[in-house]
């Protein structure tokens, strides 16, 4: 028997994908990467946004619409949130409740399709942030005993994978009955053997508690961290249902460039809810603009049903939505970039991906140029510009080109970036 999954959202609904597919070939099916050709095809659905949503329709139709036809199993948190509407769909054949996918994903321990692992940590959420449908549909904090993280990291480790990634709903919360949070964890994680780096998920400001800065100093956890600031207007923050004013925000994003001076900090913001005008927006605007970020995930605000900002309706027009979405990533591109060419001339340990490309611990995406190079295993590369990587085709294994792109070229030792070469992508 022929298994697919498919999946809609976050890296959270891709870890329990991951588990989903451990489970079924646990129960002896084999797991394929298309619907076509599968007798069960399960759709694991995502509902933060309305995009989310069309996004997660449109796997499920594309399912049904397979033939020959598979059946077709709906779980996930459109699922959970609007079953009635997925029922709705012609074709659909089972959909499950927020328990019967925990029964599935969370037994074993994930079968990544990447060659970084994804280990889900923690789920549920209790703040009720008043934009968050995923706090409501996924239900209050619960954490995977620490025996059992530490078991599922041994086995990702022994599997060759040497970058992990930690998530979570909300991974900051993580804590178990002994009293083990996520310094804890960290800590346990840390000193097993082998060689591998940690990756963290998202994490809320008020995250950064005091026993878990100097965990962060250690080398193995990658300098990216995430963090959902949201806005920089303090009124809309507390509109939003946020407990933190922007300043301890910012107070987190400084002090983790202080630790890791070469740290690539992205944040969360929410463009267009209710209550945000322009002096609103400018105020957010310059708050990002003050901060070390090297990067946005910027979200155009949705009414999600059953949230408590649902009632407040759409607030900002959409033409103006669009183009503060847009002014927004324009900022985010030009602050990729700007970081991106800080690093040119240096070496960073990467993880290879797919094909040529790859990741870097400060979370660059590169192009690779070297043989022999096995996925999931990490490596240190020499970072160039698009530019310059082409006059490096000639190059002696022990030396590189200057970041300036003249061709001149710099001595450095051989085991340092290990003969690879990756430029900027």
Known sequence: MRAAVLTA???????????????????????????????????????????????????????????????????????????????????????????????????????????????KVQDGCSRRCHFCLAALVRGEPKSLPVGQVLERFVQLVDAGYQEIVLTGLNLGCYQVPDGTDLAGLLKRLLALPGRFRIR????????????????????????????????????????????LPAASGAAVVERLVRLRPDACIGADVIV??????????????????????????????????????????????????????ARLREFSARRRRQFGQRFVGTCREAVLETGQRALTDNYLRLRVSAAGLLPKSLFRAFIADAKSAGLLTERRRDAVIDSSGTGHLLVRCAAECEGVLGWLH
């Open 9 to 119: 959202g976050c890296r959270l609904n891709q870890a329990e994908s991951d588990g989903l597919r451990a489970w079924l070939r646990q129960e002896g099916w084999t797991v394929g990467d298309g619907p076509a050709g599968a007798d069960v095809c399960y759709v694991n659905t995502c509902a933060v946004t309305g995009r989310a949503e069309r996004s997660s329709i449109q796997l499920i139709r594309q399912a049904c619409r397979t033939r020959p036809k598979p059946k077709v199993v709906v779980l996930g948190c459109l699922a959970e949130s609007a079953p009635e509407r997925v029922w709705g769909i012609l074709g659909v054949n089972e959909v499950w409740s927020r328990e019967e996918k925990q029964r599935a994903v969370d037994e074993s321990c994930p079968w990544p399709e990447r060659s970084r692992a994804l280990l």
């Open 272 to 325: 267009g809810f209710p209550g945000e005008n322009e002096a609103s927006f400018l105020r957010t605007e310059q708050f990002l603009d003050s901060l070390p970020l090297a990067y946005l995930h910027v979200f155009s605000y949705s009414p999600r049903p059953g949230t408590t900002g649902y009632c407040l309706g759409e607030g900002v027009r959409p033409a103006v939505k669009r183009e503060r979405v």
């Open 200 to 243: 963290l998920g998202s994490l809320e400001p008020d995250a950064f508690k005091e026993s878990l800065w100097p965990v962060l100093a250690d080398g193995r956890i990658c300098p990216h961290f995430h963090i959902p600031l949201q806005s920089g207007d303090d009124k809309l923050l507390s509109a939003m249902g946020r407990h």
